[in-house]
């Protein structure tokens, strides 16, 4: 009996400059590598997000009204 064992997987590589990212993508896509065929293409980070925070109404703190101040008995 014969096993078939077939490797899915993924690798992340950084380059300096998309001139090199492009020279790696076009010579490593297509070729094949253990029996299977490799496919390249780009993978981006986005970036944190600049702007204000969203969500609780966009306001600093709680994101309510303070609560009513306790009466004192006499």
């Known amino acids: ?5 077939r490797l899915q997987g993924y690798a992340l590589v950084e380059y300096e ?27 981006f ?9 969203k969500g609780r109404g966009g306001r600093e703190g709680r994101g309510r009204s303070a609560s009513p101040s306790r009466r004192q008995r006499d």
């Open 1 to 5: 009996m014969q096993k078939f064992i």
């Open 17 to 43: 400059t998309m001139t090199e990212a492009q020279a790696a993508i076009d010579g490593a896509s297509g070729t094949p590598l253990l029996e299977q065929v490799i496919q390249c293409d780009y993978a």
């Open 45 to 53: 980070v986005r970036p944190p997000p600049s702007g204000p925070k």
